[in-house]
C-alpha cells in the first residue's frame, strides 16, 4: 500500500473543494479594485498549490474509520477546516520566523513587499512592513473560511456544533503551543517537559482535533474519539521531531526552504535540549555561541551538526520518534467498537511514512 497514492488521492478531492468552496463564498470579490484582484489571486494560489494535505487525510479517515454515512455531509469539505487553519498559521508562522520561502516559492509576505518595493520605491523596512501585514491579512482570511466549511458541509446541526467546537479548541491550542515556543525563545528555559507540551499545542492541535473533527461527524464512540486521539499524539510528537531533524540536516532543495532556521531563531528543538544536557562543556559553549546567530554560515551549521550527532542528541531525536510512532500504532488498537480496518491501515501506514519524510 503506497501512502503517497491515497495521499495524491486526498490531495486532488482537497483541490477540487477548495476552489468550490471559494467559488461559493465570493473568493473573486467585486469593488475590491485592482488590488483586491492581486492579494485574492495570491491568496488562492498559496492555497491551492502545494501542501501534504495530511489533516484532511486525517478527518477523512477518521471518518471512515468509524463507519461515517458520506450521505449526512461532505466530509471533504469539513476537513477544508483544519487545512485552512493550518495554512493560516503558515502563513503568520512566515512573518513571526522571518522566512523568505514556502514550498520551494517565495513567501507571501516576500511576494507584497516585492510589490510594494516595485511600486512605491521606499525604503526596504516600509517595503517589508507592508509584505508582512498582507500575511498577516491572509492568515486571518483563512480562519472563517474554516468555520464555513464546517457549516457549509452539510452535517446535522448537531454534529457541525460538536465539530466547530473541535475546531476552535485547536485554534486555541495552536496559539498557546506558539506562546510556548516563542516565549522559551526569550527565556532560554526550554527543558524536554516544556517541549513536548509545546508540540502536543502548536503541532499536536491541528493533527488531534482533524481525527476528532472526523470522528464527530462520523458519529464515532468517545472510545473510537479517545484511540484516535491517542493516535495523533504520538504522530503528532513524532512529526515535530522529524521537522526538528529536517530542519538542520534536510536538503534545502527538498524541504523548499534553507536549513538552519531554527538556530538562527534560537528556538529550542529538542535536539538542542538533548545536546544542551548531554554535551562537554565546549560543545555546550559552542551552541551557545551559535544558536540565534544571524548571520549563520553554512560551515557554522556543519559544525552545530557535528555537536548533535556526537553529544547522542541526533540518536536520542530518532529514539523518540520511533516510541512515539509505536505509541501512536498501538493507540488504534483500543478504539471500542474496533475501527474499521482498510481507514486503520492507512493511519498506521501514515505514521511510518511521516517518521521516513525528507520534507
Known sequence: MDIRLILKSTMDAVLKELKALFNENGMKRQNLG????????????????????????????????????????????????????????????DVIDKDETRRGKPAFHVIFRGLHSEKKKETFEKANDFGEAMSIFAGDLCFPFAIESIIQSGFPAELSNKALRAFTQAFREVIDGVIIETGDIILHDGSEETYKKMVDLKTGALIRKAVEIGAILGRGTEAQIEALVGYCSGIGTAFQIQDDILGIFGKPNELGKPVGGDIRENKQTILRIFAMKKGTKDQIKRLSEL??????????????????????????????????????????????????????????????YLVDRKK
Not at 491568496?43 to 454515512?69: C, H, M, Q, S, W
Not at 557554522?300 to 536520542?316: M, P, Q, T
Request: glycine share 8%.
Open 291 to 352: 544558536h540565534g546567530k544571524v548571520d549563520l554560515s553554512e560551515n557554522e551549521i556543519i559544525e552545530v551538526r557535528k555537536i548533535f550527532e556526537e553529544s547522542g542528541a541526533l540518536d536520542n531525536a530518532y529514539e523518540m520518534i520511533k516510541q512515539a510512532t509505536q505509541e501512536a500504532i498501538n493507540s488504534l488498537e483500543k478504539a471500542d467498537p474496533p475501527l474499521i480496518e482498510k481507514p486503520k491501515k492507512h493511519l498506521v501506514t501514515l505514521a511510518n
Open 34 to 93: 485592482k488590488f483586491g484582484d492581486i492579494f485574492y489571486n495570491e491568496f488562492e494560489d498559496y492555497l491551492t498549490n502545494g501542501g501534504k494535505r495530511i489533516r484532511p487525510f486525517l478527518v477523512k479517515t477518521a471518518f471512515d474509520a468509524v463507519g461515517g454515512d458520506p450521505k449526512e455531509g461532505n466530509i471533504v469539505r469539513a476537513s477544508l477546516s483544519i487545512e485552512l487553519l493550518h495554512n493560516g498559521s503558515l502563513l503568520h508562522d
